[in-house]
């Protein structure tokens, strides 16, 4: 079990990584970052290949019989199809949110399994759901705390061209392009961590039957963090908006964040 369960969680790993890769082709048209996306998502689709093709000569029977196996087979589809449309029909956006709903399903298939046979190596491995959970909620906050510093570069830096300032260190915050772009490029990966995060946090919830509140002000406000970075995004992608604007949005945004890290932790009937 413990082997089987470090392959689980590879899988799990690689399939996070080419999601994060996929996201960031989706919002700032990256090729590397879509070349990486889909070798990283054909592993997983051999390793769940391998696995599939397994049980059916070694157990002589096809995985659908449980709730638990469909899901696996269900997992399996979704990333076969994406394989597929990845390679004829070039619909990155379709490939992005068909291998989210894969990994949720996947996931789901993973804990009930570590659910229903209960030995320490299954425990281990919910439990390890829950710290991924947490740990990748925390590095995406610290994504959106890089980019609020560069944001605040800005502001700043702005401020005093405008007022035509002639101050020496100020031109070491660096140029307002610059700053602009590496505020963009750190939510860009910052939003998929913490999408990939609540995802964990949901799948773990539910496999262990744990009294989960979704009217809790942690959970609704890390929904709202993701919704107001993902808001960026689109005002950045879509509306195309940019300077000082975007950027008093962004300090904005980061307001909010502290406010549910702080704040609604404390006022949590379900988190500690």
């Not at 300032?165 to 915050?173: D, P, S, T």
Request: net charge positive; proline share 1%; hydrophobic share 55%.
């Amino acid at each position: 079990m413990v082997e089987v369960r470090w392959i689980y969680e590879g899988i799990l790993c690689v399939y996070a990584l080419s999601l994060i890769c996929y996201f960031i082709d989706f919002v700032q048209q990256n090729r590397k970052a879509n070349v990486s996306a889909f070798w990283l998502l054909c592993m997983v689709w051999l390793f769940q290949t391998v696995f599939l093709l397994s049980t059916v000569i070694t157990e002589n029977r096809f995985p659908i019989a449980t709730l638990t196996d469909s899901l696996y087979f269900y997992a399996w589809v979704l990333v076969t199809f994406s394989v597929l449309m990845n390679r004829l029909f070039k619909t990155y956006f379709m490939v992005f949110f068909i291998n989210l709903c894969g990994f949720f399903v996947l996931l789901m298939h993973i804990s009930l399994v570590a659910k229903n046979q209960v030995t320490e190596s299954g425990i281990q491995l919910v439990d390890e759901i829950l710290i991924a959970h947490i740990s990748l909620a925390i590095l995406s906050y610290g994504f959106f705390t890089i980019s609020f510093i560069f944001s605040l570069m800005y502001i700043v830096q702005y401020h005093f061209l405008k007022e035509k300032k002639a101050i020496k260190w100020v031109w070491k915050l660096g140029d307002l392009n610059r700053l602009e772009r590496y505020t963009f490029r750190t939510i860009t990966i910052g939003v998929p961590l913490l999408l990939i995060g609540i995802i964990l946090g949901f799948a773990w919830a539910y496999t262990e039957d744990v009294e989960f509140y979704w009217f809790d002000l942690k959970t609704i406000g890390s929904i709202l963090v993701l919704g107001i970075y993902i808001t960026y995004l689109l005002l950045r992608v879509v509306r195309r908006m940019a300077g000082k604007s975007l950027a008093t949005y962004n300090a904005f945004a980061f307001f909010i964040l502290i406010i549910n890290f702080f704040l609604f932790t404390r006022l949590s009937n379900f988190h500690i």
